[in-house]
């Protein structure tokens, strides 16, 4: 099975800053991941698929690069709604995996 | 408007069972993997089991083998998830979501609200 492994668990920012998360697979993915934002006592919603393609209606300050076993998810100009928990998702094969999490958290 | 409604969590003693229900609505569901994906209380998302959309294919993480079982109607645009032998690290709410679909690159891409399963004596 796919192991996915994100860092850092924990990233405290002020709103207006860039945020990286990175996410590395076990072996490779392809482009097959997908990034989700979960936000506190709500379901997790979609917001970069195939690595790098932004979801309908999610703002263009998120971005998603990489390919193989490593991916990064960036944030610029953090906003207010943006402090959350996000996480990455691998689907290369049925077998779906999601990272631990990172909380992106308020300085 | 794609809408995913899950029902069925509760209390559940250890070594019962419950089954779980996910109607789906705004697409056409037999063309989609279905999913169901775990969140135990304060921990991140664990992807349970998956299905095909004609049912021909299930897939499920090792630590639920034996024990839950996925299966869908589809012409009740219906998913479901029967949980026997249940332990108390099966707390969690539970999530459908719809997955891969025939003519889609995305994965997980709608979720429903939850259901909430507490194994508990």
């Known amino acids: 099975d796919t192991q996915m492994t994100q860092s850092p668990s924990t990233l405290s920012a002020s709103v207006g800053d860039s945020v990286t998360i990175t996410c590395r697979a076990s072996q490779s993915i392809d482009s097959w991941l997908a990034w989700h934002q979960q936000r506190a006592g709500k379901a997790p919603k979609l917001l970069i698929y195939?690595?790098?393609n932004l979801e309908s209606g999610v703002p263009s300050r998120f971005s998603g690069s990489g390919s193989g076993t490593e991916f990064t998810l960036t944030i610029s100009s953090l906003q207010p709604d943006d402090f959350a928990t996000y996480y990455c998702?691998?689907?290369?094969?049925?077998?779906?995996?999601f990272g631990q999490g990172t909380k992106v958290e308020i300085k | 408007e794609v809408q995913l409604v899950e029902s069925g969590g509760g209390l559940v003693q250890p070594g019962g069972s419950l089954r779980l229900s996910c109607v789906a609505s705004?697409?056409?569901?037999?063309?989609?993997?279905m999913s169901w994906v775990r969140q135990a209380p304060g921990k991140g998302l664990e992807w349970v089991a998956n299905i095909k959309g004609d049912g021909s294919e299930k897939n499920y993480v090792d630590s639920v083998k034996g024990r839950f079982t996925i299966s869908r109607d589809n012409a009740k645009n219906s998913l479901y998830l029967q949980m026997n032998s249940l332990r108390a690290d099966d707390t969690a709410v539970y999530y459908c979501?719809?997955?891969?679909?025939?003519?889609?690159?995305?994965?997980?891409?709608?979720w429903g609200q939850g259901t909430l399963v507490t194994v508990s004596s």
């Open positions: 979501a719809r997955d891969w679909g025939d003519l889609s690159e995305t994965s997980c891409d709608h």
């Open positions: 195939k690595a790098s």
């Open positions: 705004g697409f056409t569901f037999s063309s989609y993997y």
């Open positions: 998702q691998h689907y290369k094969t049925s077998f779906r995996t």
